[in-house]
């Protein structure tokens, strides 16, 4: 039992200089940190986004590629049957 006691004991004397250090640290105010998180947030689902979207739009050019018929010589025309797997 007094094992225990330690054991918790130590968890909160670390929680407790843990908050303190970080408090003493922090280089902004809770605001200033806030609006960076939410801006940084922002960008990076804009980023993700923008990622998606470059890639839809290679994926579909090489669909459109790769679905094109060469005897055919038109685009959209579907590749036979025999050749699909």
Known sequence: MQ???AFAGGILSGATV???VALLFTPASGNEMRDDIERR?????MAGR???EAKRAQMEAELAALT???LAGETGAT???TIRR
């Open 3 to 5: 094992r225990l006691l």
């Open 18 to 20: 843990g908050t303190l």
């Open 41 to 45: 947030k922002q960008n990076a689902i």
């Open 50 to 52: 923008a990622a998606a």
């Open 68 to 70: 094109k018929s060469p």
């Open 79 to 81: 590749v036979p049957a």
